[in-house]
């Protein structure tokens, strides 16, 4: 029996239509960018610019999954935490690494404790878990909308010059924690090309820190709550226990996420700016092959990827090609169209 | 009926999963009004086969099969079961396929509800037809009937204890009007062998009618009672095929084996001298749906096996599933003199005991992980086994040379067939995940082992595979059972004590020893009653 064809065909399911479609696409891109003028060292400095941007918060997806709550909608609310303890960083005037560790450090407290509540709600709506998170995730950010307006900042750099008080809707961090992991063992080819060094090192060591977890006894129990909760519980595990600390992983991981995407953009982005950072993320791990109970590692290295790739070039390929920019078109038409598609499998992933 | 061609042929049917051949050329015919056993080992392929002819899409999407299936002459290959019930062919599934949510009336009549036209009708036309309950509820008491069983209409399936669930999924085949070919994948599996019987004889009735039936059952001595024709499996090869008058049950069995199967069982009861007391239950109740206990005491000395029989739905299943606290349950329950709390599986697992559930899908497995990690996980989280420390002792991570070996053992104690410890527990056949859920509670080493129905959907060999085991462990490790079982025979060939269980209370407790009509005495509830009489006069 020819042994090759079985293997071929094994790995096309494997690895799935959508993914074989969206890699030769990018691929077509790449090949046309020169011809419409874009640099392709550009081009790639910044896929893995934003693919290390973005990372963490495709992640911070992955212990909710494998609880079984679901993809989540709500990462907003550990975006908040995230923000909380970048804002308090730049009002105490830290700066450089102790800025970047520093709001990282105060955020985390939040995320815990939002992380904590967040998850005893889910807990008692289960089966609706991720329109219950959209809404939660919607509710933080509206709640936030008002707070950052009320809250005694006083750092000159973060307020409204012209009233004295209330947050700005984006506040450099330069000069506090702008590029610092960046920076960090940069590797410079040319004027146009940055490999990010120290930035994809933080989130492969967040990555190989939750591959761990995921291995540990907690980490196995989790799985088998997602997989089976009543299997769960009859092996003495607490389903409830269990989910609300998968929540509580998927908070931190968002906060530490924002915090890592300002350093490396150079601004924070307060008000309603944390509210499509879900779906981005979303979007990117369900093209990465994760299904709504079951994600990998790799789902979340292929699908940042490939998503943030997407994004990058479909752009500014199109642009250049039409010159016209419709850049945000197509990133709300990517990633809503393959969060559509992979929800509409979902039943027959789960069975 | 002789001279007439026949319904259905299956003719040079072959299937495999990923290189693994399941069915190998199988051929048979069926003709109206003919009842074919189909028997074999676990993972002979018996399930994958109903599945091809029932057009379950997991078959397209492992890659299809080969070989033809006609009915009537005409080949069909169905692309979804709505086409093959279209075609006349009803299935009762080895796994159940209700919805919990409704009523037994509303899954008998599902998708043929029996509709009302309201005043919305003339505008809307036909969807705007109203339920006519009264008439659905007619139409399932008449299949009930038929059946010749008793089932509350009304009652949900998730509330049904399992033998219900069986009669409320056989009717709802028979209601459909064009059925004329039914298959029943191990319907006799979660019946008592009194409640069998009563399906045994529906069987006969509807095949009165003319309608085809393939039955499946690891119990051969029903296959011999009621089939026309035996077609014997064994490794997806279909070996015999043969009418059934004058073949023995001892026959069968050894053609699915292909060698001489020991008749007996390992013998029970031998008087033997056991420890301290081990166990110590007294009144205990436990909310479980169709299964209540009401006041229930005993004790269990240590080495012993100690049986658990009785009707299906009056209790049995409830002592272990409360004890283990998978269900509200109250009373006292003490092992070695400590008390145990009744709302924790985690303190009862903790304190030494380990339960293998009746309900192996629900409760039993991890469908959607690896072997390993099926029969591992409980060890793992009560006892921290299968864990070996990294970083210099920072993290303890899952050990998995360690979990491979444990499965590798388990798969060459228990003849499991697999393809390898990673494999899915869903690809298994139902037979082999039974097997699976006992290997996770050996692989704790409890001191006191509930096993609730362990043969349930075994195969002759297989089952003394089990019941031998479970007497090895017994022997050889001390390990104290309870075992709850709807099957007498095999509760007393282990067993040291049998306790009948009726109307949620022990009716009485026998040796094994004891006459067959003593058993069915207290089973009937019959000597209950008189008790009770006796008082009253
Ligand atoms: N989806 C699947 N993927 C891979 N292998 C499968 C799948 N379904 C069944 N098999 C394999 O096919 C073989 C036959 O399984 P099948 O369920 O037909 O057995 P069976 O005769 O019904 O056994 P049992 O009496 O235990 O129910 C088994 O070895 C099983 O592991
Ligand atoms: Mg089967």
Redesign the pocket.
């Known amino acids: 029996m020819p042994k090759s064809t079985p293997n071929i065909k094994q790995f096309v399911t494997d690895f799935g239509w959508p993914r074989i479609i969206i890699f030769f696409f990018l691929a077509l891109l790449f090949a046309a960018a020169p011809f419409v003028g874009v640099r392709m060292d550009a081009s790639i400095s910044d896929v893995f610019n934003r693919f290390g941007q973005n990372g963490l918060f495709v992640l911070a997806l992955v212990p909710m999954i494998q609880s079984g709550c679901g993809l989540n909608f709500g990462l907003s609310i550990g975006i908040i935490a995230g923000l909380i303890g970048s804002t308090l960083s730049v009002q105490l005037g830290l700066i450089g690494f102790g800025g970047f560790f520093g709001a990282v450090a105060l955020a985390l407290p939040f995320a815990v404790l939002f992380g904590w509540v967040y998850g005893k709600l889910l807990n008692k709506v289960k089966g609706e878990e991720m329109t219950i998170a959209m809404y939660v995730g919607f509710a933080g950010v509206m709640f936030m909308c008002i707070m950052w307006l009320v809250l005694p900042y006083t750092s000159p750099t973060m307020v409204w010059g012209y009233a004295g008080k209330g947050l700005r809707t984006t506040i450099t961090v330069e000069g506090f924690y702008r590029q610092v992991l960046n920076e960090f063992l940069a590797i410079r080819i040319g004027p146009n090309f940055v490999f990010p060094t120290g930035m994809l090192l933080f989130d492969g060591l967040c990555a190989y820190l939750l591959w761990l977890f995921m291995r540990t006894k907690t980490g196995t129990a989790m799985t088998a709550v997602g997989s089976n909760p009543d299997y769960a519980r009859a092996s003495g595990i607490s389903v409830d226990r269990m989910r609300t600390t998968s929540v509580i992983i998927s908070t931190v991981l968002g906060a530490v996420g924002i915090v890592v995407f300002q350093q490396s953009y150079g601004f924070i982005q307060l008000y309603t700016a944390p509210l499509a950072m879900p779906f981005a993320a979303v979007a990117a791990i369900l093209i990465g092959g994760a299904s709504v109970n079951k994600a990998s590692m790799v789902n979340v290295l292929v699908g940042a990827f490939l998503f943030q790739g997407l994004l990058t070039m479909t752009p500014s390929v199109i642009n250049s090609a039409l010159h016209t920019d419709i850049s945000e078109v197509v990133r709300l038409i990517v990633s809503n169209g393959i969060i559509i598609y992979a929800l509409t499998r979902k039943t027959k992933v789960a069975k | 009926m002789g001279q007439q061609g026949p319904i259905l042929s299956v003719e040079h049917v072959s299937k495999e ?2 290189g ?1 051949v ?1 069915l190998n050329d199988v051929c048979f015919e069926l003709k109206a009004g003919e009842i074919l056993g189909l028997v ?10 109903m599945r091809i002819l029932f057009g379950m899409p ?1 078959i397209a999407e ?1 890659g299809g099969y080969k070989g033809r299936i006609c009915l009537d002459g005409q080949e069909v290959r169905f692309s979804s079961p709505f086409d093959a019930l279209d075609s006349g062919i009803g299935m009762v599934h ?1 796994e159940f396929s209700l919805i919990p949510g409704f009523t037994t009336t509303e899954n008998i009549v599902l998708n043929r509800e029996s509709m009302r036209p309201s005043i919305l009708n003339d505008v809307f036309g036909d969807r705007m037809s109203v339920l006519d309950r009264p008439d659905m509820r007619k139409r399932a008491e008449a299949a009930i009937a038929k059946l010749g069983v008793k089932l509350d209409p009304d009652l949900l399936i998730s509330e049904m204890p399992v033998g219900h669930k069986q009669f409320t999924e056989i009717a709802r085949e028979i209601t459909r009007t064009k059925t004329r070919i039914l298959v029943l ?2 319907p006799t599996a979660v019946l008592t062998e009194s409640e069998a019987e009563v399906l045994l004889a529906a069987l006969r009735n509807i095949a009165k009618l003319g309608i085809a039936i393939i039955f ?1 059952s ?1 119990r051969l001595r029903e296959v011999v009672d009621v089939a026309d024709r035996v077609v014997v ?1 064994r490794d997806g090869l279909a070996i015999k095929d043969l009418p059934v008058a004058g073949v023995s049950v001892r026959d069968i069995a050894s053609w699915m084996v292909g060698r001489t199967v020991a008749a007996d069982a390992v013998a029970g009861g031998e008087g033997r001298e056991f420890g301290d007391e081990l166990l110590k239950v007294e009144g205990l109740w436990v909310d479980m749906p169709g299964e209540t206990v009401r006041d229930v005491s005993f004790s269990v000395r240590k080495g012993e096996i100690l049986g658990f029989g009785g009707l299906a739905g009056q209790g049995k299943l409830g002592i272990p599933n409360g004890i283990m606290g998978l269900y509200p349950a109250g009373g006292s329950v003490g092992l070695r003199g400590k008390g145990v709390p009744l709302d924790s599986p985690r303190a009862a697992l903790e304190a030494g005991m380990a339960f293998v559930s009746e309900d192996r899908r629900g409760v039993g497995l991890l469908l959607d992980e690896s072997l390993d990690w099926n029969i591992a996980f409980t060890a793992m989280q009560v006892q921290g086994a299968y864990l070996r420390p990294i970083l210099g002792g920072l993290f303890k991570i899952r050990d998995e040379a360690g979990m491979r070996k444990l499965t590798e053992e388990y798969v060459g104690a228990l003849d499991i ?2 393809t390898s410890p990673k494999q899915k527990a ?7 995940q039974q097997k699976i859920c006992l290997a996770k509670a050996f692989a704790v080493k409890p001191d006191l082992l509930f096993v609730s129905e362990p043969t349930r ?3 002759v060999g297989a089952k003394k595979l089990v019941l031998d085991t479970l007497h090895r462990y017994n022997r050889e490790y001390g390990t104290t059972i309870v075992m709850v079982s709807s099957e007498l025979e095999e509760l007393r060939a282990i067993c040291d004590r049998i306790a009948i269980v009726d109307e949620g209370r022990i009716a009485g407790i026998l040796p094994p020893t004891a006459e067959l009509p003593e058993f069915g005495l207290l089973m009937s509830g019959l000597a209950a009653r008189n008790a009770r009489e006796a008082v009253n006069a």
Do not use: M, P
Request: glycine share 18%; net charge negative; hydrophobic share 25%.
């Open positions: 999963f990923y693994n399941v074999g080992e676990n993972g002979a392929g018996k399930t994958t086969l997991v492992t080895q994948d191990e499946i690891h499996l067939k697999c869903k690809e298994l056949s139902g037979g082999n959907g075994i195969d």
